[in-house]
């Protein structure tokens, strides 16, 4: 019987635009019931963005076929295309998110960390937390680890590590209402 070597790959994504940035703090997970970081990458489809991350599932899948040669192996690291997957409900996911229409997405997390650090475009510390900072639309990149794993299959998997803030982008959403949004409906 072979025995089992962890083997692990740093790597710096492309850029992407960040979506449900739970990253300032850890967060419980319902599907897993784990505290931990999350977000979503978006990539348009057909953008320079998305060559380099489609090169990076193939690094991922390369680094795989050197830790388990020919046997077979689950890959974590692929891109998700947003107008071909459907969710729970069976909705397209670009049906249900406008945002996500034409986009590739990944899911980064990392449920092992006590913290994540997040900075911005000059690799100073920033308080992800602050929404007026850190929100659904602003283009980031971020530091993952590859890592395998033999049990209960073998596979690939992705550790989120850290996250740069590169640039403002299009908020997503609705804008936080003010009192002035409703001070006609006060008036009635």
Not at 14 to 24: A, L, N, R
Request: aromatic share 8%.
């Amino acid at each position: 019987m072979a025995t089992f070597k962890h083997q692990t790959k740093q790597l710096t994504t492309p850029e992407f635009v960040i979506s449900y940035p739970k990253i300032g703090e850890r967060v419980l997970n319902e599907m897993s019931g784990k505290m931990g970081f999350s977000c979503d990458a978006l990539v348009k489809k057909g953008t320079p963005s998305a060559d380099k991350w489609l090169e990076l599932e193939k690094t991922a899948e390369e680094f795989g076929k050197e830790c388990f040669g020919v046997r077979k192996f689950e890959n974590w690291v692929t891109l998700t295309d947003c107008d071909e997957e459907h969710n729970a409900e069976g909705v397209l996911l670009s049906d249900k998110n406008p945002e996500l229409k034409g986009m590739f997405k990944v899911k980064l997390k990392n449920e092992r960390n006590a913290s994540l650090p997040v900075a911005d475009h000059e690799l100073k510390e920033i308080d992800a937390n602050d929404v007026a900072i850190m929100y659904g639309g602003c283009v980031c990149r971020a530091v993952i680890v590859l890592s395998n794993y033999s049990k209960p299959k073998a596979g690939i998997t992705k550790r989120l590590m850290a996250v740069q803030k590169i640039r403002d982008g299009e908020k997503f959403g609705t804008e936080d209402p003010t009192l002035v949004t409703y001070l006609d409906d006060f008036a009635e």
